[in-house]
């Protein structure tokens, strides 16, 4: 079965600060690997995905990820967090082979002034 | 939000009550989906459509109908069937899936109370 894992419920930050969410993946095939953030009842929004090629991707509001394929690892980054990125961010993942997407339970991020 | 709208943003049901939930799309895509979200939980799928007049069951079907009778449009019905319907409903569509790297794009949810 696939499976996608962010094992923070909860992040916590300073503003001008550097910040990680953290996703693990177990999957039975190649992975395309996504993140989305999502506001207070609002739909989710897309913010990169890895397909294939460099392992850091970059993606929208100045976020980045890494994928790591012998830890099964898509990490999400930001050199510099701000308060306006507190959100609940969500990893997701597709096979090529398969038509649905898994996504994580969420991690909300709380940025402090 | 993209080219995804929702509608009702909020809706309120009696028990024993079937309701519908609108899910319409501009961007031409194919496919399209319905989760349930929780809080805690992620995003749950319900039920997922490839194409016109076909659709499969996803991780959490029971007590929910769907169709998918134009492109354009996947009306979910949350029948009296459900147990328990009070979550956030998130309709999404991606283009077809033989791009399998094709993001999906939300709508902004409809929030759906039992009462």
């Known amino acids: 079965a696939q499976s996608v894992a962010q094992p923070e419920d909860q992040v916590n930050v300073a503003e001008g600060n550097p910040l990680t969410v953290k996703c693990t993946y177990s999957?039975?095939?190649?992975?395309?690997l996504f993140w989305y953030v999502q506001y207070p009842n609002r739909g989710l929004q897309f913010l990169l995905k890895?397909?294939?090629?460099?392992?850091l991707v970059k993606g929208s509001y100045g976020f980045e990820a890494e994928f790591n394929k012998s830890q099964t690892s898509f990490h999400l980054k930001k050199p510099s967090a701000l308060v306006s990125d507190s959100a609940l961010y969500f990893c997701a993942v597709r096979l090529l082979t398969g038509n649905q997407f898994y996504f994580g339970t969420g991690t909300s991020l709380t940025v402090i002034p | 939000d993209g080219g995804i709208t929702q509608s009702p943003k909020y809706l309120f049901r009696k028990e024993g009550q079937n309701v519908t939930l609108s899910c319409e799309q501009n961007l031409n895509h194919d496919a399209m989906y319905w989760y349930r979200q929780d809080p805690g939980q992620g995003l749950r799928l319900i039920y997922y459509s490839q194409i016109v007049n076909d659709f499969q069951k996803g991780d959490i079907a029971e007590g929910y109908s769907v169709s998918r009778e134009k492109k354009e449009s996947f009306p979910l019905t949350v029948t009296s069937a459900q147990k328990n319907p009070t979550a956030f409903y998130l309709c999404?569509?991606?283009?077809?899936?033989?791009?399998?790297?094709?993001?999906?794009?939300f709508g902004p949810g409809t929030r759906l109370t039992v009462l």
């Open positions: 999957v039975s095939g190649n992975p395309y």
């Open positions: 890895y397909i294939t090629g460099d392992n």
């Open positions: 999404a569509s991606s283009r077809h899936r033989a791009g399998a790297y094709n993001e999906q794009f």
